[in-house]
């Protein structure tokens, strides 16, 4: 098949996925198209099998904002004129799904058939997509998707409920890929303290304020944290580590030695406010880390309470802190939680779980 994958190109979830999703495909021996404003982050060329289009945007005074759709959906007119492209796939609905409807109206005047699948990842629609603002095009663009797919039952229900959406909506939760995480356990540098590792992109729904409260309660314990990504709230983490003293933490941005640090973490530290699934978690349960995380959204589908590690209320502080002193207090018991994530892990295999996709695309073609 030949297949238009448009994502983020930036460290999100969404656009990790899609890139990884494309990856596979290419690997199955589909040819596919990424079309993105950038290139994304993780995304590796082969010639003839995975391809990058770039979307200009020129900068018109006229403007307060630039058209962005516009450039996408042409784009993706332009890509289909001169392949024979089978169906696109939208990763996060704002505004891509809006801008392949778009795509899909003009080339239906050139007699092209266009099939949208829209895979649904989290705050396109817990935050953006129900701001009264967009909420009219977010639901029309999930209506006149051909298929459409959400990272977790929790999602589904909330774009069901919100949207009053009549179509069904297929879960297909997030996956990672077993092997290259296996790989780096093994040779995996463990230390004697216990380690304890959030991996986010420092947005307020990530709850930072929260993640640096609890830190600075721990900082006195034998421990040390790692705390990865970028974003808007880093620098309100930083100064207060500062402001507080703290010692043993490190910051590393945004780094390509996840895999690394994860190995040697105990610990996966995620208190988010909101949560569709939890890529990141996921990741740490593969490098064999127990989870504490909060219990909102898709998490409580991913961390199984008392088994993978332990779902706390979001903003309970004091749960938090008396959670990962039980874990730092019974070692066994952080060993069983580390051994049962892994586990878990592996049921969310990225070759379990890309043929979804691909059954998903083969009932499109006609
Ligand atoms: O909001 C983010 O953390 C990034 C965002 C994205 O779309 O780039 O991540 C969302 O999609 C991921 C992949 O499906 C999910 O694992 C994350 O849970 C989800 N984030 C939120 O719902 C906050």
């Known amino acids: 098949m030949n297949i238009i994958i448009v994502c ?7 656009g990790v996925l899609a890139t990884e999703l494309g990856h596979k495909l290419a690997e199955f021996g589909h040819k596919i198209h990424f079309v993105a404003y950038k290139k994304p982050v993780r995304l590796k060329l082969i010639d003839n099998k995975v391809l990058f289009h770039k979307v200009n945007v020129p900068f018109y005074p006229l403007f307060n904002f630039q058209p962005y759709e516009l450039a996408l959906s042409s784009k993706i007119v ?12 939208v990763h996060y609905a704002i505004p891509h799904a809006y801008a392949a409807y778009m795509a899909k109206e003009m080339l239906k005047t050139k007699n092209i058939d266009l099939p949208i699948v829209t895979t649904l990842h989290g705050t396109d629609i817990t935050l953006v997509g129900k701001h009264p603002f ?12 051909d298929v459409v797919t959400s990272v977790s039952e929790n999602l589904k229900k909330d774009t069901m409920d919100f949207f009053n959406i009549d179509k069904e909506i297929k879960v297909i939760p997030n996956f990672i890929d077993i092997d290259r995480f296996k790989q780096k356990n093994e040779n995996c540098n463990q230390d004697d303290k216990i380690i304890i590792s959030h991996v986010s992109n420092f947005r307020p729904v990530k709850n930072i304020r929260i993640l640096m409260s609890i830190i600075a309660k721990l900082k006195r314990k034998n421990l040390f944290f790692n705390l990865i990504g970028e974003g808007p709230e880093l620098d309100l983490a930083k100064s207060f580590v500062e402001k507080n ?3 043993n933490i490190k910051f590393h941005g945004n780094t390509d030695k996840i895999e690394e640090i994860l190995c040697s973490t105990d610990i996966f530290l995620l208190p988010s406010k909101k949560e569709s699934f939890g890529l990141a978690a996921l990741e740490a349960m593969a490098s064999k880390c127990a989870l504490v995380t909060s219990n909102c959204g898709g998490l409580p589908e991913l961390n199984i ?4 590690g332990y779902l706390v209320g979001v903003n309970n502080e004091n749960k938090y802190i008396e959670k990962i002193t039980d874990l730092i207090s019974d070692k066994s018991k952080l060993e069983k939680f580390k051994i049962s994530s892994f586990k878990r892990a592996k049921l969310f295999d990225i070759d379990t779980v890309v043929p979804i996709y691909e059954n998903i695309y083969r009932g499109l073609l006609k």
Do not use: C, M, W
């Open 8 to 14: 983020y190109p930036t460290y999100g979830g969404s």
């Open 78 to 89: 332009e890509i289909s004129e001169n392949n024979k492209i089978d169906l696109i796939h």
């Open 134 to 145: 967009y909420r009219r095009a977010v639901k029309f663009s999930i209506q006149n998707s």
């Open 245 to 247: 003293k703290i010692n």
């Open 305 to 308: 309470d008392n088994q993978t």
